[in-house]
């Protein structure tokens, strides 16, 4: 279980709890910096920021990339997933050779690309 202290307060803890109860994950920062950059004298640059994933894996940490925010008040928050192979699935469709449905799929695709404008 996680403890939320500090500015996320009870709000951030019930969150946490319920995320808890459904078996997610907390993913934590690389680094402790600002997510929100305040044009405002006097405003903090400090939000709740939570991601919970719904992966079984120890822990996933995520970077922050303030000089990514460009015009943006808010810096990215980025998360890479792992992807076990029993999660890709393969899906294809094939036509048949020298079918209808063959013949009719290439000369839709043909008359597509002959209307492109490439100029």
Request: proline share 6%; glycine share 6%; net charge negative.
């Amino acid at each position: 279980m996680v403890v939320v202290r500090g500015k996320e307060g009870m709000a951030g803890q019930a969150l946490v709890d319920l995320a808890d109860s459904l078996g997610l994950v907390r993913s934590l920062p690389e680094l402790s910096v600002p997510t929100h950059y305040s044009d405002t004298d006097g405003h903090a640059n400090s939000v709740i920021n939570l991601i919970f994933l719904g992966i079984s894996c120890a822990q996933v940490l995520h970077p922050i990339e303030p000089d990514l925010r460009w015009s943006s008040d808010h810096a990215p928050l980025l998360v890479n997933l792992p992807i076990s192979p029993e999660n890709i699935y393969f899906s294809r469709k094939v036509l048949k050779c020298d079918s209808d449905e063959k013949n009719n799929f290439l000369s839709s695709v043909t008359m597509r690309l002959h209307a492109l404008n490439f100029c």
